[in-house]
């Protein structure tokens, strides 16, 4: 009994994910109070029914008490919905069958979020467009949207039931040293430099590729140039991999578990079930490339309606609920320059645009544009290679000024700064110099409009604008800025046929790795089931159980194997007693992680015959424990969600380390 | 962590599309809200209750919002909601919203007739003194907790404590009264009752709401003039669940029996086997007071109280003369009349016979037929308090047919061929120490009179007392003779009320299983509030200045006006006595703040009684919310892990350790027992952290392998 959903202010759903048993719930309900003939309305359209009451209410108390629901439980926990609103969007999660928890639910819709970040980059900056990347007007289009989505979701709810490292978020490696290192030179040598020498790579260049086996990590190789890639953007990678190329065990799994991995969300369409196909059959795809055509998700994009009139009913929603008429022009702006979208080309091995952290030269610079190539080697154990476009810097560019925008709207809706004060301000001026510059540069009518407006408004001394009008004028600036981002990258990306590196030098990188791991092959398959062990432990550490130390500084974690599936075995064995075990460290990292949000970092606790710790503590570099970083209040205001998927939280400290340890 | 709102809302006054939110609205705290704003509350509420219990089809409990959490509960067309801080537990917060719910209707009757019949206004005025009485009188602790308020008991004699509890015992002996608790300013001085009941009791309306005329209203014709001086009385309505555990109460001490004789060689161990009574108080001898004043206040209803006096008298002797005015001074002269000469008698005579004749008499008279299975059943248990007595004549004889096994006193006699089975493993102890009383009873002489039928009933039926009272006598009365037969002749003295209520006492006492059906049947019929499962009684208090007798009794007390006067004038000069004692004791210690310098924090939490002990003081400061929250986390934790025992979180500067105990004793119920929580300040807490991260942590880390420097990482 689980669901997510993701509507806008107006009750309008952009996304969701249900699976069997609460379509079953739905259809019990709707099938009693609708007349068969009539035909059953769609799933959506059945959630939206049913909780447009709470979206709508939950909008009307944040306006009038500002704030809002975060949370509803039911008689003895029975059912459980976490609300979360990001930006304009809320995000909902239900659980009615007591597997989750509140923080594991409210961790979902963080990690959705970010999924919709690394997939859409600045693009969910803005409510109207993210809106239209979630919900395309076209059925078919909206449906293999929400379906990727979907896939993904199933994907990360395995993943954190079944990997320690994904119920810690943080990346669990495969601890060979010696193969270790002999990968790390192959990767050198024969991916990234033979990638970066090539004449024909279409001004990619390729900046990082590593080595997957499992959702393990065997070996990681960037170039010199390129800026390290953040732990949690490691992790979404994992799933990403995970979910194109699920692995043995998990196919193993999904056989046997009643509900598959992604349902049929929607009975009116059909739809390919490409992935789910290739999850049953993971076997018959054992040389990559060849088969790709087969099972292609058609993962095409949309290319919106022109017609204002059958704009997506949210905006119109919006628009009742006080937004200026003067919006709709600027809708009408953005879904011009829509129209010349190109579709994705399909395939899962195909690359994909994806956005990721960096920081360039000393400059922070969230979700800038990346190609990412997942080449499988063999079943189980893949490669992943990422390359950046020419037109990285662009994406710079975008990120200050749309982050210059954002923070001028802050201050106008907070009413601080108006007229010449406004003028004055230090960022205006620095901000009014790069969007002439970027407006000279890259030219842009719509834009260059736009700005000029927003400049009359803003510096004009004879009739300076309102507040308000300021704000509205400043959030057309953003969106239009958000269109060029969207159209440099979201358009123009691999998938939909925008440059890449070209089919012959993946092979050939493929081949190449396939042969230098060959002889490894299946003692890496093994390995990464029974990677640590916890016997090495037992002699300094009698009657330890077990235990996972993360290293949140680098976001790696060590733990013992503890097996998942039916068939492979760990120390524990099979059957109750690993089953115990398992669920016992769920737990703990549950609570564990409930206790360190409200700021405890130790936590010691008997259950019965075991004892229980969870540690939290700070190294640097010179000494080897440092002290907790600063008693009382920062360690009180920890963010709501720890870990990397959803980050925050290592911002707070120079380096933490935590460990988990239970004996 | 206080509360922001409570509301009730009837949903069936807003219906349609016109009506105002404003009509649905019963009440409101806090009363000033604006009305948009209680309208907007409401509202959206009422709207996302319906619609979240429409799609899960389970009521919802719970509506959190970033700063507030609301608990919900609904009840036909009404909906309870409080309004907590969101630190609150969940658990807490519903706990509270079914306290006050439990208070309004024990008091009116179900919220819906309540409503109909009375005003809104008086109602809300209602609620509004009591709220604001629950208010001024918790703390964030016992908001967490939900616990009730004892009286500081390291500031109380125990012995007033001890008083109290046969005051309540008195009273029990009465017609109609089943059980009931003594407070004094707001605090619990002893109780009788299970902690949702004394919680109810204790939140007594104040005067306004008396000058309401009552919801059943046969309370005025007899009521208003026949009352004695500050006696109310007023219908209240209890669940049928309490309804039931009142009238099952009287026996509970009873089927508990062997394990608390079984206890009796470690008094340290001693707890109420269920939980409905006071803590015991720790000076003087702890371990004996304590096993003594629990049982005295669970002590069945129509107690003899001889029963009890030995303990009392054994070690206080003197307290009694002094102080229990009403009965004190009186008793010895009737020792000769009172149980122990019964005993005594049955010692001498016939003493094989006895046993048999008394069990033929107890099944014959006192059990109707109804019951017979039932106390038959019952008598199981008996034996194993009465054996001491009703064999202790057999004994005599059959310990020298027999030989005695018991190397401590010749005279003990082995257990009765009859009965040995049902001996608990201390009897023999027992049964030396009643051979000890049982000697005294051949000293006092044996001038009793005719056997009462019911004699030996009570005492079979003070089953928790006899042990405690037996060990006392093991400890003075082999030694001293004349010790014991003091103790035998205080012993005694309760009796001298028995001749007459007496035998009716009896009667009453042994029929509530019998009764107690029929009563309750004859009640919810007689309330209009059958349908929700409520059972209507009778709230008699006693106002003695600060101190307040509550007795809960089955409704013909009101038109009993004998019945009245009797407990009345049973209770009224130990009440007076008991008040000038607290009187004199408290003050001082009132005006004593929280100890200066706290070097920590710690609460005791009882589980079982449901009562709070902390050092924290009225204001918290900035460390003692820390410690408040802390243990607010545990306390949901433990409330939800059965198997959790032990739990020490650690800020960065501060540790709380927090351990619940399985009690050794206690088998069946599980009580769990909070130890001290501290918050040592900075210095120690910093160094239990740092011993805690040594020696497994580098050694993880040693192990963890360095190998493949592949970059992954930047310090994020």
Request: charged share 20%; hydrophobic share 35%.
């Amino acid at each position: 009994m689980k669901c997510v959903l993701v509507a806008t202010e107006g009750a309008e759903v952009l996304f969701y994910w249900m699976d069997k048993e609460f379509e079953e719930s739905l259809r019990l309900k709707f099938g009693q109070s609708e007349c068969e003939g009539a035909g059953l309305p769609t799933l959506e359209d059945q959630l939206s029914t049913l909780l447009a009451p709470v979206i709508i209410s939950s909008m009307t108390m944040l306006e009038k008490l500002s704030d809002t629901y975060t949370c509803f439980s039911t008689e003895n926990g029975n059912y459980l919905y976490v609300l979360h609103l990001f930006g304009e969007c809320l995000f909902i999660a239900i659980n009615g069958d007591h597997t989750e928890g509140e923080g594991d639910l409210r961790q979902k819709l963080c990690v959705l979020k970010y999924l919709f970040e690394v997939h859409f980059g600045l693009v969910t900056v803005d409510g109207q467009l993210i809106r239209k990347e979630l919900r395309p007007p076209d059925l078919e289009q909206r449906v293999q949207v929400w379906e990727h989505f979907q896939s993904l979701l199933w994907t990360y709810s395995r993943l954190r039931e079944q990997e320690q490292c994904f119920a810690v978020e943080a990346v669990e490696r495969l601890i060979h040293p010696q193969l270790c290192k002999l990968c790390i030179e192959a990767l050198e040598r024969h991916v990234i430099q033979a990638i970066n020498a090539s004449p024909k790579r279409a001004g990619e260049e390729a900046l990082h590729a590593f080595l997957l086996v499992h959702s393990k990590l065997l070996a990681f190789y960037s170039s010199h140039s390129a800026s390290s890639l953040r732990p949690a953007d490691l992790l979404a990678l994992i799933l990403l991999v995970q979910d194109l190329y699920p692995s043995e065990s998990t196919a193993e799994d999904n056989d046997t578990q009643p509900s598959p991995r992604r349902p049929q969300s929607s009975q009116s369409i059909p739809v390919q079930q490409a992935w789910s196909s290739c999850s049953a059959d993971p076997t018959g795809r054992s040389s990559a490339g060849t088969e790709t055509d087969s099972f292609s998700p058609a993962e095409e994009y949309f290319t919106p309606a022109p017609s204002p009139g059958e704009q997506s009913s949210g905006s119109t929603v919006w628009l009742e609920e006080g937004t200026p008429p003067t919006d709709a022009s600027q809708v009408q702006v953005a879904e011009d320059t829509l129209q010349t979208l190109v579709p994705r080309s399909p395939g899962p091995s195909s690359p994909r645009r994806i956005f990721l952290d960096t920081s360039v030269k000393e400059n922070y610079c969230p979700m800038v544009p990346h190609t990412m190539y997942c080449l499988p080697l063999w079943p189980g154990i893949n490669m992943v290679v990422l390359t950046k476009g020419p037109n990285t810097p662009l994406a710079l560019v975008l990120y200050q000024l749309l982050d210059g925008f954002s923070l001028l709207e802050k201050k106008l809706k907070e009413g601080q700064e108006v007229g010449s004060t406004l003028r004055s301000h230090p960022l205006m001026g620095d901000l009014r110099q790069r969007m002439d510059k970027f407006i000279k540069s890259r030219g842009g009518q719509e834009l260059q409009s736009t700005w000029l407006e927003f400049k009359t408004k803003a510096f004009s001394r004879s009739e300076p604008g309102s507040s308000w009008e300021l704000l509205q004028a400043c959030r057309r600036v953003k969106r239009q800025l958000c269109t060029i981002y969207r159209l440099s990258f979201l358009a123009a990306a691999p998938g939909r046929g925008g440059p890449h590196l070209p089919q012959h030098l993946q092979d050939r990188v493929q081949t190449l790795m396939q042969e230098k791991l060959t002889d490894w092959k299946d003692f890496l398959l093994v390995k990464s089931r029974r990677n640590v062990t916890m016997v090495s432990y037992l002699e300094d550490f009698p009657g330890l159980v077990h235990f996972i130390y993360v290293d949140r500084t680098t976001g790696q974690m060590v733990a013992p194997s503890l097996s998942s599936s039916e068939r492979t075995s760990s120390e524990l064995g099979r059957g109750p007693l690993a089953t115990f075990v398992r669920t016992k460290v769920w737990a703990l990292i549950r609570l564990a992680r409930r206790y360190l949000q409200k700021g405890y970092t130790t936590l010691l606790f008997r259950e019965g015959d075991f004892y229980c710790s969870y540690f939290l503590w700070f190294e640097n570099e010179m000494v080897r424990v440092a002290r907790p970083l600063q008693d009382g209040p920062e360690m009180l205001s920890f963010p709501v969600t720890l870990g990397s998927l959803s980050p925050g939280f290592c911002s707070v400290c120079l380096s933490i380390s935590s460990r988990l340890w239970w004996s | 962590m206080g509360w922001s709102y409570f509301f009730l809302y009837d949903g069936s006054k807003v219906k349609g599309e016109g009506d105002p939110t404003r009509a649905g609205i019963c009440y409101f705290y806090p009363s000033q809200t604006l009305l948009d704003q209680q309208e907007l509350l409401c509202g959206q509420i009422a709207g996302v209750v319906h619609c979240i219990s429409d799609i899960s089809g389970s009521p919802l409990t719970f509506v959190r919002l970033r700063k507030l959490k609301f608990a919900i509960k609904v009840d036909g067309d009404y909906l309870w909601v409080l309004g907590c801080a969101v630190e609150l537990p969940d658990g807490s917060c519903k706990q509270l919203l079914d306290q006050l719910i439990g208070v309004f209707t024990f008091y009116n009757g179900p919220v819906s007739l309540a409503y109909e019949s009375g005003s809104r206004e008086e109602l809300s005025a209602g609620w509004d003194t009591f709220i604001e009485q629950i208010l001024s009188n918790t703390s964030d602790l016992h908001r967490i907790f939900n616990s009730l308020w004892n009286l500081d008991r390291t500031k109380v004699e125990p012995l007033l404590l001890l008083k109290a509890a046969l005051i309540l015992q008195t009273c029990q002996r009465s017609r109609h009264v089943l059980a009931g608790c003594i407070l004094y300013k707001g605090l619990i001085v002893s109780t009788q009752l299970p902690p949702s009941l004394t919680a109810k009791v204790l939140f007594h309306p104040a005067a306004p709401r008396d000058q309401e005329p009552p919801p059943g209203g046969d309370a005025l014709q007899e009521g208003g003039a026949a009352l004695p001086p500050d006696v109310q009385i007023r219908p209240v309505f209890v669940t049928e669940g309490e309804a039931v555990s009142l009238h099952e109460f009287p026996r509970e001490p009873v089927t508990s029996t062997p394990a608390s004789a079984a206890r009796l060689q470690e008094p340290s161990a001693l707890r109420p086997p269920k939980g409905w009574s006071t803590p015991a108080p720790k000076e003087n001898n702890p371990g004996h007071t304590e096993a003594m004043a629990w049982e005295l206040a669970t002590t069945p209803e129509p107690t003899s109280p001889n029963t009890v006096w030995p303990d009392g008298s054994g070690e206080n002797g003197h307290w009694y003369g002094r102080d229990w005015e009403s009965v004190g001074p009186a008793k010895p002269r009737h020792s000769a009349r009172g149980r122990g000469p019964g005993l005594s008698r049955a010692l001498v005579k016939e003493p094989g016979l006895s046993w048999g004749k008394e069990e033929l008499d107890l099944s014959e008279i006192h059990i109707p037929e109804a019951q017979e299975t039932e106390t038959s059943s019952g008598y199981s248990d008996f034996p194993c308090v009465r054996a001491p007595e009703g064999a202790d004549p057999g004994c005599e004889e059959s310990g020298s047919d027999s030989g005695s096994p018991e190397p401590k006193s010749p005279k003990a006699p082995p257990v009765g061929t009859a009965i040995g089975g049902l001996l608990p493993p201390s009897a023999p102890e027992m049964l030396v120490q009643n051979g000890a009383q049982e000697r005294l009873g051949h000293l006092s002489g044996d001038s009793s009179q005719a056997p009462v039928p019911g004699e030996d009933h009570p005492p079979a039926r003070t089953s928790g007392p006899l042990p405690a009272c037996c060990s006392d006598s093991g400890q003075t009365g082999t030694e001293l003779p004349v010790g014991g037969q003091r103790e035998e002749q205080c012993d005694d003295g309760g009796p001298e009320s028995r001749p007459g209520p007496g035998p009716e006492c009896d009667s009453g006492s042994a029929d509530p299983p019998g009764n107690s059906p029929s009563a309750d049947r004859t009640n919810s019929r007689s309330a209009p509030t059958s349908s929700v499962g409520l059972v209507r009684m009778n709230l008699y208090t006693h106002c003695v200045k600060g101190l307040v007798l509550s007795l809960l009794a089955e409704e013909p007390l009101l038109g009993d006006g004998a019945a009245i006067e009797e407990v009345y004038h049973g209770s009224l000069a130990s009440l007076n006595g008991l008040e000038v004692h607290l009187q004199e004791t408290l003050p001082q210690d009132q005006a004593a703040p929280a100890p200066p310098g706290r070097a920590y924090s710690f609460t005791h939490y009882d589980r079982i009684q449901n009562v709070l002990t902390a050092n924290l003081p009225q204001v918290a400061t900035a460390q003692d919310r820390r410690f408040l929250q802390a243990v607010s986390l545990m306390h949901s934790d433990f409330a939800q892990l059965p198997t959790l025992y032990e739990v020490t979180v650690s800020e960065s500067c501060a540790l709380m350790i927090e351990t619940p105990r399985l009690l050794p004793s206690l088998p069946g119920t599980p009580p769990r027992l909070c130890t001290p929580a501290a918050t040592p300040s900075r210095r120690p807490t910093s160094s239990s952290w740092r011993r805690w991260r040594g020696a497994p942590a580098s050694r993880v880390r040693r192990t963890v392998p360095s190998a493949s420097r592949a970059r992954p990482g930047r310090s994020c």
